[in-house]
């Protein structure tokens, strides 16, 4: 089965030389996925198969009335049975034919830094260069960057079937693929790897391409965090470790200073239940753990091979006297550490890590660690002990090593904590409102909340924030709506307070009609403790507009609340941003593509100026779809296409579940995805 013919033997302009890998990799792949359908369905489908594509091409490269009628001839006689076997052979070849053009790709990528070529458009090096070109010195863009946020938000869609286990294997076919494509092979060597490849593809046509029951919340948590071990802890700290290091390169006399980790990964996975009863305050608690553990379990891992890197000898180098204070303090009393504090440093640390994922998540190291410890109190207190580890190497003429995995690793904590990534509760404004209701009608009958006005909702609301007294009644019995929501409240609360303050980052009110919408989550945050009676906030109160009607409402909203000194006083407490989210999908099925495109424009110009009036620094973040309808699209594209003042390095947008895996599943395609964003 060679269903790459047909493309190959169209004119090629000038351009197959090129494409000629890509060609030869997409052949293999049809040439053994058609002998797995041979040795596994039998010669008939072999031939049905065979036949379609051959009238196909027909068809599509030369206009040919007869083979279209030959080809609506053999599909109308497809029996069930065969139409599936000829359903899953196509399914399976355009499947592989995106992974060699990914590889491809990459190949390109490769090939043109190899040859010199000018950085390309939407790369940390060009950016930089233009900056450069622009005047910006490296001092410049470091205090740029220490003062910017970037955050793309993985979602969960219901449009997202595959399974996980497809997406690894067919991340085993792409790395295969690299292999062969990257040339000096001997002979027996390409052909172990194609033994490889084509054992990796029976495999994946005897395994379910879909799903045969519906994903639960936690199964969407799950597949969430296969990313980050495919993508992002590597190519997060080696971006950062890329970006470091040019910039040092644009001022090489010049001391240029570490960067702030401002691109960081956000999700709305196990905590965004507008719409979606199966996300519980027990849900959200254990997405909670169940991403702090994968943080956790991937610096064991870490510690455990720089354990083995850093063998250095007292006996040859020297160390500072803070870590020589800290390897004497070391449970690890084993003979063979004696002159090598490094490892001895590295083994208390991974001790209490191990103790730290021990009390958080009540899981075992992946290696035995040589003692009990007390555990880590933040990932801040990590952050000081590895401190210890690098300055030590660069006072005693180490400082390569330190540019290794210790710098990654350093890097991916500051990044990921002990939380992994910031989630986002999200709940429509509807359900705030009967809860509010009822919560004031438990306390003060006859308050009627939804019968008043906005102006007497906000004074109630303003009142209840500035209020020590609780709202809530600790013995009543509430309607399950109500106490499911005071239930996540709390679980957000205790997960804010085990895992840090990056495990909750925004509450969203989704369906924003109405300043008294963020002043009355506010006030269930307060009951909660995520926001106090002195104006703190710990936690960013997002509004989302997303309908054409709110869209043209939500600067003379915003400018309502940031006119209300409660709400001030929590905006400020954010370190002066407020973040507000626009709906790139309800907004087109509301107004259609045209209008609703006009009216994000219209309202991001509007929120650009109001916010410069109060003096509020503007963090907009979208609500971006997959398709062109939802508002998908290249991301550089539509970075660049943001009105003036609109981004001002303060970014969030949603990453949806149908698009996620042909963005991060590779990590080379990952990594250029995540510097468009910088």
Not at 20 to 28: G, H, K, S
Not at 414 to 432: I, K, P, Y
Not at 544 to 551: N, Q, S, V, Y
Not at 585 to 594: A, E, L
Request: hydrophobic residues 40%.
């Amino acid at each position: 089965m060679d269903s790459a013919r047909g493309q190959l033997e169209q004119p090629s302009n000038g351009i197959a030389e090129k494409d000629a890998p890509l060609r030869e990799d997409i052949r293999q792949l049809g040439r053994l996925l058609g002998e797995t359908v041979h040795a596994q369905e039998g010669q008939v489908i072999f031939d049905l198969v065979e036949n379609i594509r051959q009238r196909s091409i027909r068809f599509h490269r030369d206009d040919d009335a007869e083979a279209r009628r030959e080809l609506e001839n053999i599909l109308q006689t497809l029996n069930p049975e065969q139409a599936v076997q000829v359903i899953r052979a196509y399914s399976y070849f355009s499947h592989f034919a995106n992974i060699a053009e990914d590889q491809h790709h990459i190949r390109r990528t490769r090939s043109h830094t190899i040859g010199g070529s000018p950085p390309r458009h939407g790369t940390i090096v060009r950016a930089l260069a233009d900056a450069r070109d622009a005047g910006f010195s490296a001092s410049d863009l470091v205090e740029f960057f220490n003062t910017s946020h970037i955050c793309p938000v993985l979602t969960a869609h219901p449009t997202e079937v595959r399974r996980k286990s497809m997406m690894q294997r067919e991340m085993a076919l792409a790395e295969l693929l690299d292999r062969r494509g990257r040339g000096n092979l001997t002979p027996e060597e390409i052909k172990d790897i194609d033994d490889k490849l084509s054992r990796a593809i029976l495999v994946l046509w005897q395994t379910n391409l879909l799903r045969q029951t519906r994903l639960s919340v936690m199964d969407e948590v799950a597949n969430g965090l296969s990313y980050y071990d495919y993508t992002f802890f590597r190519e997060l700290p080696k971006l950062y470790a890329n970006l470091e290091d040019m910039l040092a390169g644009l001022d090489p006399d010049e001391d240029t200073k570490p960067i702030a980790s401002f691109l960081r990964i956000g999700s709305w996975i196990g905590a965004d239940r507008d719409g979606n009863p199966f996300v519980t305050a027990d849900v959200l608690a254990e997405s909670l753990r169940t991403q702090s553990a994968c943080a956790l379990n991937f610096y064991l891992k870490e510690l455990n091979k720089l354990g083995k890197e850093l063998s250095l000898s007292t006996i040859i180098v020297e160390v500072s006297d803070a870590l020589r204070d800290f390897a004497a303090k070391s449970p690890d009393k084993s003979p063979h550490r004696l002159v090598e504090p490094y490892r001895r440093v590295i083994s208390w640390i991974y001790a209490r890590l191990a103790a730290t994922q021990q009390l958080f998540n009540n899981l075992p190291a992946p290696i035995t660690p040589v003692s009990e410890a007390e555990p880590y109190a933040s990932c801040e207190a990590l952050l000081a002990d590895l401190q210890i580890i690098h300055d030590s190497l660069v006072e005693n003429g180490s400082q390569v090593l330190t540019r290794g995995r210790l710098r990654k690793l350093r890097r991916a904590v500051d990044c990921f904590g002990f939380h992994l990534a910031g989630l986002d509760m999200r709940q429509n404004s509807d359900v705030h409102e009967a809860t509010l209701a009822e919560l004031f009608e438990a306390v003060a009958p006859g308050t009627g909340y939804l019968n008043k006005s906005e102006d007497a909702r906000i004074a109630l609301l303003s009142e209840e924030l500035r209020s020590l007294r609780p709202l809530l009644r600790p013995y009543w019995s509430y309607s399950e709506t109500t106490a499911k929501e005071l239930a996540i409240h709390r679980a957000a609360k205790t997960g804010h307070e085990r895992y840090g303050a990056g495990s909750l980052a925004a509450a969203i009110v989704s369906n924003t009609q109405r300043a008294s919408d963020l002043l009355g989550l506010a006030v269930l945050l307060k009951e909660a403790g995520l926001v106090s009676p002195d104006g703190r906030s710990d936690i960013n109160l997002t509004p989302l507009f997303e309908t054409i009607a709110d869209l043209r409402n939500c600067v003379g909203i915003m400018d309502r609340l940031l006119s209300t000194p409660e709400y001030r006083r929590l905006v400020d407490s954010q370190n002066g941003i407020q973040e507000v989210m626009l709906g790139y999908s309800d907004s087109n099925k509301d107004g259609g593509y045209i209008t609703s495109s006009w009216e994000l424009y219209r309202a991001e110009v509007g929120l650009v100026e109001l916010f410069r009036k109060h003096d509020v620094r503007l963090r907009l973040f979208h609500g971006r779809g997959g398709s062109v309808g939802r508002g998908g699209g290249p991301s550089y594209d539509a970075i660049l296409a943001q009105p003036a003042g609109a981004v001002n390095g303060q970014i969030r947008l949603t990453e949806q579940g149908e698009t996620i895996s042909s963005k991060y599943t590779n990590a080379e395609v990952g990594r250029r995805n995540l510097e468009i964003l910088v």
